[in-house]
């Protein structure tokens, strides 16, 4: 399976875009450029420096097809580019709770994984594979996260490794989450 992957420096930020289409890969670079290039626009000399350094063009990135192939399991085959922009999305109507706790975000996530995705189950290498192709949240420890969020707060069901949403998960992930009005 081919990669495509475009990094990106404006003075002290950086990016790094990647995914499986090329085309994908390069819009959203291009979308975050200009974010970037707007938030940075009294230092042109940093944009123009950080426009001759790198190409708009994605470089197809060496990855292993078995590891590919194993890393985030059912996560990895079903999460497409679509999907990913539809989690997008999905967290942005929830993105006070998100930006709250690590277990929030691993509830939001696996509660869209359920409802659009049809996966049940998740562990820790779903969610780092949501992180990894999603590219803009901040990483965390995986493991951590569906720990705290089963422990503190009630929001999974443990089964050896996997972590399914319980009834208080998926309520606050439905409703509690979302900014603004509430859902019945």
């Known amino acids: 399976m081919t990669n495509y992957a475009i990094k990106r420096t404006f003075g002290e930020q950086a990016f790094e875009v990647s995914g499986p289409e090329k085309e994908w890969v390069e819009t959203q670079a291009e979308a975050l450029a200009t974010h970037f290039t707007a938030s940075n626009a009294g230092s042109s000399n940093k944009q123009q420096t950080a426009k001759r350094r790198f190409s708009s ?39 006070k709770a998100f930006d709250k706790s690590a277990p929030n975000q691993a509830v939001i996530i696996a509660k869209f ?25 901040k990483l965390v420890n995986h493991g951590n996260q569906l720990e705290n969020g089963t422990e503190r707060n009630s929001y999974f069901s443990r089964n050896g490794g996997t972590y399914k949403l319980t009834y208080a998960g998926e309520k606050f992930a439905h409703d509690t989450a979302r900014d603004g009005e509430k859902t019945e």
């Open 113 to 137: 994984l359920k409802d659009i995705l049809d996966i049940d189950e998740i562990n820790k290498d779903d969610l780092a594979h949501v992180y990894k192709q999603v590219g803009t949240w």
């Open 57 to 95: 063009t994605a470089k197809p990135t060496k990855t292993s097809t078995k590891a590919a192939d194993t890393a985030g399991g059912a996560v990895a085959k079903k999460l497409d580019n679509t999907a990913i922009d539809r989690l997008i999305e999905y967290v942005g109507e929830r993105q």
